[in-house]
């Protein structure tokens, strides 16, 4: 993982993984979770852009490594087992969340104070 931490490249394709991924479900049982799931890939991607380094590595990397379990399509309950298969995801998500909740509440503080909140989308490409 901490090879994923260092890597901007990495972590910039994690994040657009996450948005795709959360997207296209977004009717599903994490339709409820979605908006840390968008912090969490905002935030990946100021990290891996240098914009935003306000943040403990511990509490990055759990973000990091809840949102690779999210993305990889096998895990302790593969995705295609129907009603089941995001079930180990949300509760994944729902825990990393909750214990990093006031850092992604100071990171949305810092987009909304320096106009970078740009949802995922860079609207200069």
Do not use: C
Not at 2 to 22: C, M, N, W, Y
């Amino acid at each position: 993982m901490s090879a994923t931490i260092d890597s901007p490249v990495k972590l910039a394709g994690l994040a657009s993984t996450a948005q795709e991924k959360a997207s296209k479900h977004a009717s599903r049982k994490l339709a409820n979770g979605l908006e840390p799931i968008k912090v969490s890939y905002r935030l990946i991607q100021a990290y891996a852009s240098g914009t935003y380094r306000d943040i403990s590595l511990e509490n990055f990397g759990l973000i990091v490594a809840a949102i690779i379990y999210f993305v990889m399509p096998l895990d302790a309950l593969p995705d295609f087992i129907a009603g089941l298969g995001f079930t180990d995801d949300a509760a994944v998500l729902a825990w990393t969340f909750k214990r990093v909740s006031e850092e992604l509440n100071k990171f949305v503080a810092w987009e909304s104070s320096s106009g970078d909140h740009q949802d995922g989308q860079d609207s200069s490409h």
